[in-house]
């Protein structure tokens, strides 16, 4: 009877059992232990070929039995699919991969690989020693030794800390009087990459020189990235200047330039007024990305970035370490070379020092190395008004030229009763006014002497004069507020405006005299001469200073200043 019912297990029909396994014992189960394979087994015998070629590649077939592919056939049917569509991408799309490959092989950012001087960021060399970056060979095998080249000082920093004006930066927007062993264009070159990158941007902006520092195209260098405007050299103002009036002006000024900035800071490297907003601006915006400080040659980059750290050294022992080994202030233009990283933030977010934008149409892009101090203030701006009213009667402004050293000459064609010229710059640059007649040849007899700078009759040899004149109409439309700036680029401005000594005959003066003013602005070639509204400087400045009357929704978008 147990032989019947496992037959029935072992096959799906009943078979009869051979005569000779009748009477089997029990122990005869064991011949169980492996079935018959043809009857378990349901996948294609193993010497079964592949018939599936790439071409036909498609989903994975279904089904059993004999016809069906095994997990072998599908694994190898999906690779050569996969292959397949990996050369087909490569053949279309090569030109794109390429231009990727090389995209990535261009960015220039500071590289650690190459080791750079601490304080203007030119590369180290030993080779030749008046070139930016020259170290002496045995202080560089020292240093590279002890892994210490971070820690040096090229020859060129140590002779610029020590008060030697050294130029290096040539080309378009360069300076003369020096060798010249980087352009311009190439220091615009190393900022390219910006355009790329995910980055805070700190534009620094210099108060005295508002217009001519602006970069007013400086999204085709930084793209997209956010920016705050930070505004320099406030301590420079005159005394009593109130600074709310100065902040609505700046916004006002950058509105109108179209430059969206996420707030404007009016900062002091020297009094440290500011810097403490600048700081809780640049963390709360940061939020991960490397900060670049980024602004025209000689706006005061360097001191802003001591300044940044001596505050944060305060309270971040990163900070403070980095305080060591800062980039070099000096008064020269163009004393960055290339991109300085400097470890401030924890985290690992970089604060890069940048190579100033070197600007042609600035004073200091014309005059001699050895004048650049000359156009550096060093103290608070006192305006110089002339003429001095006490001494001179304002009719007789007409038909006169005033010199602004030897870099200025204004011919006064027409003006109104009681106008004033009030001369905002350097206090080196003496103020002379001589007939109109007589202002050539007073200008060729005096240059490089009375007239400075240039400075001295050699480097007067070489000046080319003032080669550029514009001429000026301008409009008195409230006799309470001064009518204009006159802003010269890299060096001040002038104010223009209407003495008030007597109300009445000032009114009575507007009435009867057309209201325009007729000046001639003489200036060196391609300096740049720009009219804007008044800057409400000194203790008069918040009395007819007015704010603009703003919407909700204009005051939403509108930027902040912060001091």
């Not at 590649?57 to 599908?74: K, W, Y």
């Not at 011919?411 to 001589?434: C, S």
């Not at 720009?530 to 009357?549: C, H, S, T």
Request: some cysteine; glycine content about 8%.
């Amino acid at each position: 009877m147990a032989p019947k019912i496992l037959s029935a297990f072992i096959s799906p029909l009943p078979l009869p059992l051979p005569h000779h396994l009748t009477n089997l014992h029990s122990r005869a189960f064991t011949i169980h232990r492996s079935p018959p394979r043809p009857i378990l087994c349901k996948s294609t015998p193993p010497h079964r070929p592949l018939v599936s070629p790439p071409e036909l590649a498609g989903p994975e077939p279904e089904g059993t039995g004999a016809a069906s592919p095994t997990r072998g056939d599908t694994f190898l049917l999906r690779q050569r699919s996969i292959e397949a569509a990996r050369l087909a991408m490569e053949e279309v799309k090569p030109k794109y991969a390429e231009k990727r490959k090389e995209k990535r092989e261009k960015l220039p950012k500071a590289s650690s690989a190459v080791a750079s001087c601490y304080g203007c960021g030119a590369p180290l060399q030993t080779s030749e020693m008046d070139a930016p970056g020259y170290v002496d060979p045995d202080t560089y095998q020292l240093k590279k030794k002890h892994h210490q080249l971070r820690t040096v000082l090229c020859r060129r920093c140590r002779l610029l800390s020590h008060g030697h004006m050294i130029t290096a930066v040539g080309g378009n927007g360069g300076y003369s009087g020096g060798k010249q062993f980087v352009t311009a264009e190439e220091l615009r070159d190393k900022l390219s990459h910006l355009r790329r990158e995910k980055a805070l941007i700190i534009k620094l902006v210099d108060i005295v020189d508002f217009n001519g520092s602006f970069l007013s195209r400086v999204r085709d260098l930084v793209g997209a990235n956010p920016i705050i405007l930070v505004v320099t050299k406030v301590d420079l103002l005159p005394k009593g200047s109130d600074l709310n009036c100065i902040g609505d002006w700046v916004v006002e000024a950058t509105t109108k330039k179209k430059l969206n900035v996420l707030s404007v800071h009016l900062t002091s490297s020297k009094s440290l007024t500011g810097i403490a907003g600048v700081i809780s601006e640049i963390q709360r915006e940061k939020k991960g990305r490397d900060v670049y400080i980024l602004g025209s040659a000689n706006v005061g980059k360097s001191a802003f970035i001591s300044a940044l750290l001596r505050l944060m050294a305060e309270k971040d022992p990163i900070a403070a370490a980095a305080t060591r080994y800062k980039p070099l202030e000096s008064a020269v233009p163009g004393t960055t070379l290339g991109p300085i990283q400097i470890e401030a933030f924890p985290g690992g977010a970089k604060l890069y020092d940048t190579p100033g934008v070197h600007l042609h149409h600035r004073q200091a892009a014309i005059v001699h190395a050895e004048d650049l101090p000359a156009l550096a203030p060093q103290n608070r701006l006192r305006g110089q008004k002339f003429p001095a009213t006490s001494s001179v009667e304002p009719s007789c402004l007409n038909g006169f030229s005033i010199f602004w050293g030897g870099l200025v000459r204004i011919d006064i064609i027409k003006v109104l009763p009681e106008t004033n010229l009030t001369f905002y710059g350097p206090r080196g640059l003496q103020i002379h006014m001589v007939p109109t007649a007589k202002a050539d040849s007073f200008y060729q007899e005096n240059v490089g002497v009375l007239l400075t700078p240039p400075t001295g009759k050699d480097r007067a040899r070489d000046w080319k004069g003032l080669e550029i004149e514009r001429q000026l109409l301008i409009k008195f439309e409230d006799i309470d507020r001064p009518a204009c700036d006159v802003a010269i680029s890299g060096l001040g401005w002038i104010r223009v405006e209407l003495v008030k000594k007597s109300l009445a005959n000032a009114e009575l003066a507007l009435q009867e005299t057309p209201k325009e003013l007729h000046l001639l602005v003489h200036v060196p070639r391609p300096v740049e001469i720009f009219v804007r509204p008044p800057m409400p400087v000194g203790k008069a400045g918040a009395e007819w200073y007015q704010y603009q009357e703003l919407t909700e929704k204009e005051e939403e978008v509108r930027p902040k200043w912060n001091f």
